[in-house]
């Protein structure tokens, strides 16, 4: 059975094996003029550029329709009020080398009729891209956010874990069920947050650059970032194999009550190893914590055998509890 899991694994893995187009090279590609080169060169160390969509996320944004160089020097400007859940989009960009608070002024539009100038600094504050990716990663990076669901997490955790062993129920690393899928998601999961975390430390451009132009395909991104992106994906498939091995072995009760201690389990993993590979501390904790899920899950007895009539899973020979078939 272990080595059905394994191969059931890899031949999932395989499914995500795709083929990226890199375009048609053309002799002229780097035929362009002056204004194009230079935004090139904005959009390769700001990562956005003109007719990029951003979607505001504060409550209000100011911005002005006159020029940047009226508001630096003094002139009477309008002010107009951009609001939460308004779609923009990058008009124009400038740099103002006058200007000692920021230098670059963006134009963005929210219709032909509201359009005005912003420092980037201040836009970028305000808005998120216009992509449920990236919006998603901004829910996640909320450092306010991870501190309350790390509270959170802990607390709950602790209680149904203690909960659950109270009543002798199943539970990942200590009552566990015949399937590797749970303590494989579990481990998935410590290897993610410890990707996503050093990624935010040692590549910060490649994930600000990922941020602005998100994918699901682990092939048109670098390396550490085709890592991170496969290992979200198996998170995915192993999650799906947990809850039918979850589904076939467990009675309905019996199987909420072990998704309420896996979740938890999964949710302090994460907070954990997002936090503390930060500190350098999740490198050897992640090599720990391997050894020992894997420990627990081999040490204990796994069912050898299957019942002949109703599949279900037998530690030995004899009666079946699931069907009371005779297995000889």
């Known amino acids: 059975m272990f080595m059905r899991h394994i191969v059931s694994i890899f031949l999932t893995l395989l499914l995500l094996v795709s083929c ?7 002799p002229d590609a780097w035929n362009l003029t002056e204004q194009q080169l230079d935004s090139i060169s904005f959009y390769t160390t700001h990562h956005y550029t003109q007719n990029y969509n951003f979607l505001v996320r504060t409550d209000s944004m100011p911005v002005i329709p006159q020029l940047p160089a009226e508001a630096l020097s003094d002139m009477p400007v309008d002010t107009l009020m951009l609001h939460k859940g308004d779609h923009l989009v990058v008009a124009d960009i400038r740099t103002v080398p006058i200007d000692t608070i920021d230098s670059v002024w963006v134009k963005v539009a929210r219709d032909q009729q509201t359009a005005g100038w912003i420092h980037e ?8 891209p216009d992509d449920p990716i990236s919006q998603f990663i901004d829910f996640f990076s909320d450092a306010h956010l991870l501190i309350f669901l790390a509270l959170v ?20 690393h200590f009552n566990d069920i015949a399937s590797l ?50 290992s979200v994906w198996a998170i995915l498939i192993v999650a ?40 350098y501390i999740g490198y050897p904790l992640l090599l720990a914590y391997t050894f020992f899920a894997l420990w627990r899950y081999f040490r204990h007895p796994r069912p050898r055998y299957q019942c002949g009539r109703c599949g279900g899973l037998l530690y030995k020979k004899g009666t079946c509890p699931h069907c009371g078939a005779q297995n000889e």
Not at 20 to 26: K, L
Not at 153 to 172: E, F
């Open 121 to 128: 600094h201040d836009l970028l504050q305000g808005v998120s």
């Open 20 to 26: 990226y187009n890199q375009g048609q090279q053309t």
């Open 153 to 172: 997490v802990v607390v709950v955790a602790v209680y149904i874990n203690r909960t659950l062993l109270s009543r002798q129920a199943k539970l990942v």
């Open 240 to 279: 799906i194999a947990a809850l039918d091995d979850l589904r076939r072995q467990l009675p309905l009760g019996e199987a909420f009550l072990y998704l309420l201690g896996l979740g938890a389990t999964c949710a302090v993993v994460y907070v954990v190893f997002s936090v503390f590979t930060l500190y």
């Open 181 to 230: 899928y749970p303590t494989l998601l579990c481990l998935l999961i410590a290897l993610a947050a410890t990707v996503y975390s050093s990624i935010q430390m040692f590549e910060p451009e490649k994930w600000r650059h990922f941020y602005y132009h998100p994918t699901l395909n682990p092939y048109a991104v670098p390396p550490v970032l085709g890592l991170f992106l496969v």
